[in-house]
């Protein structure tokens, strides 16, 4: 019951357990195919180049900057959390100019003050976290594309947190680029990052078009400002999983396997039932913390649905509190980074875990950990809470 | 039975169904570490970096080679077949003075050859591939360690396609980086890299230090020339592995199962077993071939023991002999690249595929898809080769 990974539904572990294939088997492309449909309605897109990358959701980010920043243009990050700060690390290391704003742990960016930036900094590509765990907070993204086509600037966000458990409108908001990761809402394990590219995007892609020598054949031409990543190079990517079907990496298939069953499941249940049964049991989880007492972190009204950041009590040792929760009772909730590290506890409600009989275990648990450690709390009040929020939803 | 990825072991795809913990669980880091000394085993080497990079193999050849190289230094690639192509072209992209050296397709380097490019080029690195799918060539690594010493270069090998079915000495001889993937001899999915590094790449690595903006602390100074890449960057990935778990990707957990598994089986059987039975498996298949009458492609003594490149034969169809074996009898065999496209079969005996059944299955498939495509081909003499083979190895 963390800040993810988290425990995966059961039948995307069962999928990774098929048989192999080749990687040009017939099975294994038409699966390729697949899996992009089913990831254009995870990201509610009609974008071609929605495709996985292979490695962790920071192999999804990596991609996406390294490969619509060429070094020297100018990029513009709002940090609210840790993840806004690994956006502009991985911009300064692509060698890109990068401003930041920031703002004070626990909010979001208004509007103004994201235009205010763009205006003034007038960045070739906008990187904004949508859900950063770090302070759970879910950054409002639907002006965001327009005011970047208005300024010129490409629009790429990082949705590793939030996607499959908030509102995510890829076309419908003018996202230029967006990554994720399995291992939060959509219910997998870390290890594989679907990826999304409008045609703007692709077509910046396209300009610095390369492909590797060993398979490169006469007239394709490499352009000069090709991408400073083979492994990241989203032209060849897109090219491996396209028609061409150009040798680049090696598929990992257990990981599609699993990529696909996450997509499948969350488009059988229904992007807007999945939303929703996420914000049920996040705020049956909030309502179940409030009611042991104890507060929480941040601006309240803009976390995402599926974490919250639970204040620690003075009175005990959060980290002692945790153990016993793991040792005790199986279960596992997180601390954070940076400023908020030993001052919160992040409680998650994410893909599989968004369910009642997981909220309410966590809360009994919780509320009997602290008792032992000596802390007041009252009794039964936080599964109560939530009860009632689980209640309410199906009335 | 291709050239990789290959049908896994069982128990490797069983592994993959484990419930998911959370990535600093005390489960989880002690099965890290538990993997990092199996791997220890797999290459031979008591480095204490040895851990695994969450992506395809390709991963890990970039992971090393940006980490090692810093933009502008000399690389020596000796390139003999598509995976040195692919080693200049990463290099390439990191910016470094690339030097190649070439010999044909089907041949490996001489040592003296290998010397007297070294000796000349003087590089900060030489990149060579161990093991080249492409052409099947096993390229003699144990006095290459040395040269590389007595002429100050790092000695980096990329053995993806050779590791487990062909001997592999990384400390006996002198190896200072080595990558692999799991979807050849080791049996599983493609997906993880294993990689191990010496004291001596360990050095220059460190010597590129950088904490990432996020999760930095006072005194947690950068280096100049830090790598350009955040989610390659293998200093960061010491840190996460090591004892002070820096949070950096979140490790790909169910790829870490599947390595774990890998490695296990491996070990469990023998190091010495394992190879021997490639080493069996595949004089089968050559012999099994040859018994159809059928050329082999390349410097058959220099082989690696896994894959065989077997000359089409003038009157039938390459692709549509390939069709006909996966879609009558579910068998999949490759073809190769560039030169060699269309030329040859490159059928493998790796991992849970180096198997007698396996092999005279394929043999036999083989021969009857043949006659089937208008070949005229001896009765039976594939299987019986290959037959004989084994029972000269059980006696």
Known sequence: MGPGPISAYPSVLRSMSAPLVGQFDPYMTALMEETQELYRGVWSTRNDATLLVDGTSRAGIEAALVSLIRPGERVLVPVFGRFGHLLAEIAERAQ???????????????????????????????????????????????????????????FYTDATASLGGNPFEADAWGVDAATAGLQKCLGGPSGSSPLTLSERALGVIRSRRRIEAGIREDGDDSAPDFIRSNYFDLGQICDYWGPRRLNHHTEATSMLYAAHECARLLLQEGRDAVIARHRVAGEAMLEGVRGLGLGVFGDVAHKMSNVVAVEIPEMVHGDAVRASLLEDFGIEIGTSFGPLHGRVWRIGTMGHNAREDAVLQTLAALESALRSHGASVPNGDGVEAARAVFRGAAA
Chains 1, 2 share one sequence.
């Not at 890109?96 to 590509?125: C, K, N, Y």
């Not at 302070?135 to 208005?150: I, R, S, Y």
């Open 96 to 154: 890109a100019e990068v401003h930041t704003i920031e703002t004070d742990w626990g909010q979001v960016f208004p509007v103004s003050v994201l235009e205010e930036a763009i205006a003034r900094v007038r960045p070739t590509l906008l990187a904004l976290v949508q859900g950063d765990t770090s302070t759970t907070m879910n950054q409002p993204l639907d002006e965001v594309g327009e005011l970047c086509a208005k300024h010129g600037a490409l």
